[in-house]
């Protein structure tokens, strides 16, 4: 099964950029979805399609895609930005959904 | 705008299975635009997938829990189910239904809050 693989903690200082990698084999050639959950919530989306934003996400959470590894960009970090993120994608060899192991997001 | 309700029992014994349900308010399950899934997560660890369904009664499983699931889907009632068979501690998690947007890659659009499921006897 195909397997996605991320760092256990990102710490960052308010207004600095956080970087949330997701690796997998050829992650590249697959669309790359990101959810945000804070403690005691649902996962909310917060960039689908390696790139685009859902409509009221803010433009400081963006996405890229290549080769083996996903990136979500968190630009200009607030204290609300605290929480775990997770990557996810179809493998559509499998019909199945993957999700990443999860990132916690600490603001120092 | 669509929401989703989870509904379950809260404690199950090993052995039993599990029945959980997910009204969908605001919006319909028979729309071919979505898929309409279950997604657990154990206490401290992450999220992992369990099924979906189409509007049409098609579903797909994770094949690691594949020989004990069934979901169904009733387009009457605007709602959609999970059944777990022969439950262990191992089933232990929080059970979010979530829809899937064909629109949007296929992505986890809309969640429910999540219902909490404990095994034990």
């Known amino acids: 099964s195909y397997v996605l693989t991320q760092p256990p903690s990102v710490s960052v200082a308010p207004r600095q950029t956080a970087t949330v990698t997701c690796g997998g084999n050829n992650i590249g050639s697959k669309s790359v979805h990101w959810y945000q959950q804070k403690p005691g919530q649902a996962p909310v989306l917060v960039v689908y399609d390696d790139t685009d934003r859902p409509s009221g996400i803010p433009e400081r959470f963006s996405g890229s895609n290549s080769g083996n590894t996903a990136t979500l960009t968190i630009s200009r970090v607030e204290a609300g930005d605290e929480a775990d993120y997770y990557c996810?994608?179809?493998?559509?060899?499998?019909?199945?959904?993957?999700f990443g192991t999860g990132t916690k997001v600490t603001v120092l | 705008q669509v929401q989703l309700q989870e509904s379950g029992p809260g404690l199950a014994k090993p052995s039993e299975t599990l029945s959980l349900t997910c009204t969908v308010s605001g919006g319909s399950v028979n729309s071919g635009s979505y898929y309409w899934s279950w997604v657990r997560q154990p206490p401290g660890k992450g999220l992992e997938w369990i099924a979906y369904?189409?509007?049409?009664?098609?579903?797909n499983y994770n094949p690691s829990l594949k020989s004990r699931l069934t979901m169904s889907v009733d387009t009457s009632k605007n709602q959609f189910s999970l059944r777990v068979a022969s439950v262990t501690a191992a089933d232990t998690a929080v059970y979010y239904c979530?829809?899937?947007?064909?629109?949007?890659?296929?992505?986890?659009?809309?969640w429910g809050q999540g219902t909490m499921v404990t095994v034990s006897s």
């Open positions: 979530a829809r899937v947007a064909l629109t949007m890659g296929d992505a986890f659009d809309v």
């Open positions: 369904i189409f509007y049409s009664g098609g579903a």
């Open positions: 996810q994608v179809w493998d559509s060899s499998s019909d199945h959904r993957v």
